[in-house]
């Protein structure tokens, strides 16, 4: 019973259930905006967060092997230990996880898009171009023989797909048209969604130049990166204002600004400690704050329109 119960533990810790949350927040934000714009579909809904949460165990668990090969998680490594780095999961198990994962994946997504296309296969094979791109995204972020996230193009991908594609894409699901002020909101995601990964990246830049992985938290240096975090947060409120702005007056619509104080607390974290468990709390805290500012952006449009 001991042992089954530490492959469990193992194998959740290489899932990472924490980061499952931020995977969904251009998911909330695109049914919120779906149901302002009174379009809201559930079934839409629960397939868009399934395929969403699938992508990024994908993701985490390529992260997993890929910084385990690298030597990039070793015992210098600050944050919580990963499954292959416990010893517990071989190369082959892990290979055969991430295989299984991305066959579930594939499923979830081509049900969504059947769901919506199902008499429209140009759009639905862009659709299914866009979700393989996806997973090639997820899984070569720390795999293959040039990982793009070893190259400093991390921050760019997930600006991308956790907001420009995950916002926008969702949303045109549920209308099948896009406007362009909603390029607005998409913007607001993605440089939270990139706060987070710089937090991880500024913590771990010790490690990360043993291992050869030059993130951009690396190549700017803590203090410019400790800058860069700010100008991230400053840019999700700024974009997020702009779009308020154009909307009528509610003040529904700025509940956002409950979720900025724990945002400003683990941004001044990161530039006045280098404890390894205060950054670990930081990061937490900037993960679940930055998916409580989406959710509450959506619910602010949820009960402005209502």
Known sequence: MTQKRTWLSVWLSAIRPRTLPLACASI????????QHQVFNSWILALCL???????IISNLANDYGDAVTGADNEQRIGPQRAMQTG???QRQMKAAIGLTTLMT?????????????????????FVGLGLLSIIAAVTYTMGKHPYGYMGLGDLAVFIFFGLLGVLGSFYLYSLTL?????????????LATAVLNINNTRDIDTDKQAGKHTLALR?????????QWMLLAGAVITTLLYQWQLPFSSFNYLFLLALWPLVQAARTLQLSRDGVRLNGALKQTALASFSYCCL???????ASS
């Open 220 to 228: 700017l240096g803590r203090s410019k990166a400790c800058c860069y």
């Open 106 to 126: 594939v499923a979830s997504g081509l049900s969504l898009l059947s769901y919506v296309f199902a008499d429209n296969w140009q759009q639905l094979l862009v």
């Open 28 to 35: 909330v934000l695109a049914a919120g905006l779906a149901w």
């Open 88 to 90: 517990f999961v071989t």
């Open 179 to 191: 406007h362009a002020a909603l390029i607005l909101p998409a913007i607001s995601c993605g440089l």
């Open 50 to 56: 399934s395929t969403a949460i699938l992508l990024q």
């Open 297 to 303: 952006l959506a619910l602010g449009w949820v009960l």
